[in-house]
Nanobody, 123 residues
Framework: VQLQASGGGLVQAGGSLRLSCAAS????????MGWFRQAPGKEREFVAA????????YYADSVKDRFTISRNVARNTVFLQMNSLKYDDTAVYYC?????????????????WGQGTLVTVSS
């Protein structure tokens, strides 16, 4: 599965962006799709995840109530709506797919990764 992330850009603090991640083939119901981010000089961290079949969602505490993950099953696409952006949200955002059992919050559990899209929030 190839994943193509898009939607990053430059936004002022308090603004919004929507990231998209399109899969090259069908995402099956047992998959979980996640978003991670990596800021300069920092380790990659979990942002959000969603179960493809049931749509259950998971969030990092730092983005809960500001970010929303969703999916379009017909288009094999997962989205990350980011509102009330903060300077600390600046990072490269990656989407990933987990097809086997594993902790959705752990990056090493994922099987496929997209190339990343840069989000820059100006203060």
């Amino acid at each position: 599965v190839q994943l193509q992330a898009s939607g990053g850009g430059l936004v002022q603090a308090g603004g919004s962006l929507r990231l998209s991640c399109a899969a090259s083939e069908r995402i099956y119901s047992n998959y979980r799709m996640g978003w991670f981010r990596q800021a300069p000089g920092k380790e990659r961290e979990f942002v959000a995840a969603i179960t493809w079949g049931g749509g259950s969602s998971y969030y990092a505490d730092s983005v809960k109530d500001r970010f929303t993950i969703s999916r379009n099953v017909a288009r094999n696409t997962v989205f990350l709506q980011m509102n009330s952006l903060k300077y600390d949200d600046t990072a490269v955002y990656y989407c990933a797919a987990l097809k086997t059992a594993g902790n959705v919050r752990v990056g090493s559990a994922y099987d496929y990764w997209g190339q990343g899209t840069l989000v820059t929030v100006s203060s």
